[in-house]
C-alpha cells in the first residue's frame, strides 16, 4: 500500500473511532507530533493536487522577507494566507541563498558546485549535497549532480545539504551515535506529488535524523534544509511562528491559500 493510502486508512479508522464522519476526518491538519526512537518530531504532509508551495526570499523592493510574519503580512495585502512556512535552505550573512535558488521559473542564484578544503566541511559542502524542486505539478529532492545531469522543470528550487538519504542510503559521511546533535529541518517527496517536511523538537545527530526520513518517513531521497539555531517553522494550527536567529531567514519554502 502507497504511502498516501495508508495515510487516508489511518484518517478513516481514526474519525471512525471518535465517532467523526469522513468529511471532518479530511479536514486533519497537515503538521503533527510525531516520535521515532524516542526523538519528537513536527512533521507537515502536503498534496500538491491541493496546496499551493511557492518559495520566497525577496521583497517587491529586493529586500528578504527575512521573518515568516513579514511574508504573512504581505501575502495577506494580497488577498491570501500563509499556512504554512519552514526556511528553505542555507544562506550568508545578508540572506542570499549560497547555492541554487529558483522562484517563479527565474534562476536567481546558479548552482554551487564547490568544494570545501575546512575540516570537517561546513554543511552545505558535505557532498552529496541537493536540491529540493517543485514544477509542473510534481516535486523531488535529487543530488546536485542529479539535477544538472537531468534538470527537471522547476519553477521553485533551492538547493542545500547535505542530503539526508540517497536512493535509500544514508549519507556516507553521517556518523552512528555521533555527539553533534543539533535542532534540524528537513524534506523529502515520498512520491511526486506529495512533500513531507520535518523539524526537531529537539536536537538529533544527522545520523539519527536521516533514519527518521528513511525507515519512518519512508523517503528514498532525503534533503537537510539547516540547523543549529536557524530551522524555524509557521503553521498557525500549532500556534507556531519561531522568530528567525541571526538576522533573519533566507529563502522561505511557504504553502498559499486564497482567502
Not at 40 to 54: E, P
Not at 74 to 90: E, I
Not at 124 to 143: C, I, L, R
Request: charged share 20%.
Amino acid at each position: 500500500m502507497r504511502p498516501a493510502s495508508r495515510r487516508l486508512l489511518a484518517v478513516v479508522v481514526a474519525a471512525l473511532s471518535l465517532g467523526l464522519s469522513l468529511g471532518e476526518a479530511a479536514v486533519a491538519e497537515p503538521c503533527a507530533s510525531e516520535t521515532y526512537d524516542g526523538d519528537g518530531y513536527v512533521v507537515c504532509r502536503f498534496d500538491l493536487t491541493d496546496s499551493d508551495i511557492r518559495f520566497f526570499w525577496r521583497q517587491p523592493d529586493g529586500t528578504p522577507y527575512g521573518a515568516f510574519s513579514t511574508l504573512a503580512e504581505a501575502l495577506k495585502k494580497d488577498g491570501a494566507s500563509l499556512a504554512f512556512a519552514m526556511n528553505g535552505g542555507m544562506y550568508g550573512d545578508d540572506l542570499t541563498p549560497i547555492g541554487l535558488y529558483v522562484e517563479g521559473g527565474k534562476e536567481l542564484r546558479p548552482v554551487n558546485t564547490a568544494t570545501s578544503h575546512e575540516k570537517p566541511a561546513p554543511n552545505f559542502y558535505k557532498k552529496p549535497n541537493g536540491v529540493f524542486y517543485v514544477g509542473g505539478g510534481e516535486a523531488g529532492v535529487v543530488t546536485t549532480e542529479d539535477f544538472i545531469a537531468r534538470p527537471p522543470a522547476a519553477e521553485f528550487a533551492t538547493q542545500s545539504g547535505p542530503m539526508l538519504v540517497i536512493d535509500g542510503k544514508l549519507h556516507p559521511a553521517f556518523i552512528v551515535g555521533s555527539d553533534s546533535v543539533k535542532p534540524r529541518n528537513g524534506v523529502c517527496a515520498p512520491s511526486p506529488t506529495e512533500v513531507t517536511f520535518a523539524i526537531t523538537e529537539g536536537s538529533v545527530n544527522f545520523y539519527d535524523f536521516g533514519l527518521f526520513f528513511r525507515d519512518h518517513l519512508g523517503c528514498e531521497n532525503a534533503l537537510f534544509l539547516d540547523g543549529g539555531s536557524a530551522p524555524g517553522l509557521y503553521s498557525p494550527d500549532l500556534g507556531r511562528d519561531d522568530p528567525p536567529a541571526h538576522g533573519g531567514y533566507g529563502p522561505i519554502i511557504g504553502v498559499v491559500s486564497r482567502n
